[in-house]
Structure formats: C-alpha cells, structure tokens
C-alpha cells in the first residue's frame, strides 16, 4: 500500500524564480506525517515515474491538485536531477508564479511523495506546491501544509479499516472497498430479515437479479443460468416468445396483404385475376405494392368493379380494360380466350 506525504525539502527559502530548486535531501526523513527514507533508488523510480507519465510534473499553489478544485500551474518540472545529496528539479515556471516569487508572496516549496509500504522508501514524485504555512523548521524535511487533509491522513484511515475488516497489513485500497461493500450487504440482509447468503460460489447472492428472474434470493447458480439461458433462446414461463411473436408478425403481415389488395380492387387498380399476384406481391414487399398501386391507373372500370372477386368474361369478348391490363403483363389476347379470366 503506498502512502502519501507532503513535505519541504529544504529549510532554504527560495530566492526569486530559481531554474533549479532542491526537492528532497537523501536519508532519513522525519515529518509530522511519518517517516521514510530517500536514497538514489528513489531518484531513479521518481524519474521511471515521470517518464511513463509522458507529461510533465507540474508544481500548484497549496496542493490543489490534490483537493479536486482548480489547480492553476505555477510551474512545470522539466527534468530531476541528483546533487550535492539531494534530489533537485529543473522548473520552467509560469509568469504568474515566478511573480509570486519574485515578489516573495510565496516562500516555500513542499513535495507530495509516493511511499512504497514494504520498505518505507520515498519511490514516487506526484506534484510540488507553493505554500507559505511551514510547521517544522530542518534539514531534512518541513511540512508544509498543516491544514491539509488528504494523503497520509486517508491511509491511515484505509488502514484502520483494514485492520477492522481482518484484512492483513498489504490490504489495498480497492479489497478495503470490496469487504466493506460485502460488510453492507450482509448488514442489509439481516435488518429485512433474510439469511446472508452462504459464501458458496454455487450460490448467487444479488437479490435484486434474482427477483427479476423469478427466483428467490440467493438461488443456485444452476437455476439462475438455466433461467438465463431460456431468456436467450426467448423462452419464457415455458412459452417460446420468439415463434409466438413470429406467428403474430406473419399474421399481420397476411391481414395487413388483405387489405391492400381489397382496397385495390375497389379502387379499379387491379383486375380480380390479378388478385394472387397483388397479395403475393403485397406480402413481399408491403411498400413497393402501395407505391404500385398509388402510381397505377384505374385499369377497371367503376361500373364493373364488383369487389374482391374476379369478373367473368362477357361473352368471349375482352373489354378494354382487361387488355390493358393483360398488355402490362404481357398476356396475349389468345391466351386470355384459351384459358379464361375465372378462377377454378
């Protein structure tokens, strides 16, 4: 578990808008936060870090970069560097910072270092800061914000709960959550009543999936995929939902044929002989036929539209309108007088 500290690194003011500035001193450092040590590993991680990051470390005022507000830069870190024992930094700072210190509006500087939990050593550089609330004058390092609430302060907190949950001292913040969150439900359950779920990985512990699936709380895992899974295949209640509403879709679709066809021939669109072709055509493709029929002359005369059903011939004779109709089709007069107008 890493831990954040926020320090001074030197007890020397800084003088205007220095390039390079001093971070942290190598050894031992003490804070009012903990302690932990800084050596020449430190600088390499540091460095390691900033270099994955691709970005350049930025230097705030009174870290507000880590309290979630806006966070103006008062400088960017170009580059580390290791002399004179200590670990320094090459800062390009804004206008507005290097006015701040010119005019020595703010005096201190105070790294947020990362601290690697199984050897307490310094092995992240987060951000530097401005500030002018130094609480421990030294060499070897000052706090620089005593009012600020976040870093250590949060770790100590993520520790005592781990501690609380029997969680063992490397617990990370995220399997902290993960107990806590479990501790919850388990609480939860028990005040409406229920049994906690048995920690068994064949038991599915979410009350609200298991009432959306019909089952009670903490149903096997067996029955809540063989429910699933019928969801799947659109099987619900023992019904097959998807045929169901397949059979619907085409009984629609047949009715819906009728219809168009029937209103066609009332409207002298089409002939009755026509009638088979027009539903087979309405059925396949439901817009095409309505952009037919919109478009299409009335073929049959009003006096002889009878409705859905088809005309005989009068006679042996073809009216205009039948042969107008068998001419779009390219049905001869012969084969009209052959085979006839009148269904079977």
């Not at 910072?97 to 270092?113: F, I, M, T």
């Not at 005593?146 to 063992?168: S, Y």
């Not at 806590?180 to 609480?187: D, G, Q, S, T």
């Amino acid at each position: 578990m890493n831990e954040f500290f926020i320090l001074k690194g030197s007890n020397v003011e800084l003088e205007g808008a220095p390039e390079t500035i001093s971070v942290l001193p190598l050894g031992h450092v003490v804070s009012s936060k903990g302690e932990f040590d800084v050596d020449e590993e430190s600088y390499k991680a540091m460095k390691a870090q900033i270099a994955k990051r691709g970005v350049d470390l930025v230097v705030d005022y009174e870290h507000q970069t880590l309290k979630g507000v806006e966070a103006p830069a008062a400088g960017w870190v170009k580059e580390l560097k290791l002399e004179d024992g200590q670990i320094k930094a090459v800062v390009e700072w804004t206008p507005r910072g290097a006015q701040y210190l010119q005019n020595k509006e703010y005096r201190y500087l105070s790294p947020v270092v990362n601290v690697r939990k199984s050897d307490n050593k310094a092995t992240g550089l987060h951000s530097l800061a401005l500030t002018n609330t130094p609480a421990i004058e030294g060499m070897t390092a000052i706090v620089n914000s005593e009012t600020f609430e976040g870093g250590q302060n949060n770790m100590e907190i993520i520790k005592k709960l781990a501690e609380l949950l029997g969680l063992g001292e490397d617990a990370n913040e995220e399997q902290v959550m993960e107990a806590l969150k479990a501790c919850v439900a388990e609480n939860k359950a028990l005040k409406e009543g229920q049994q906690p779920p048995a920690a068994d990985e064949n038991v599915v512990a979410n009350k609200a999936v298991c009432e959306l699936l019909g089952l009670k709380a903490g149903a096997a895992t067996d029955d809540v995929t063989a429910k699933i899974m019928e969801l799947k295949g659109g099987t619900i209640d023992g019904v097959n939902v998807l045929e169901e509403l397949k059979a619907l879709k085409q009984q629609n679709a047949q009715r819906d044929a009728d219809e168009a066809v029937t209103l066609a021939l009332k409207a002298g669109k089409i002939t009755p002989a026509q009638k088979e072709w027009a539903k087979s055509y309405a059925l396949s493709d439901p817009k095409g036929f309505g952009s037919f029929v919109e478009k299409a002359p009335q073929v049959v005369p009003m006096s002889e539209i009878a409705g859905g059903d088809n005309l005989p011939l009068k006679g042996d004779q073809i009216d205009d309108a039948t042969m107008l109709v068998c001419k779009q089709l390219g049905i001869s007069a012969e084969d009209v007088k052959k085979y006839g107008m009148k269904e079977d």
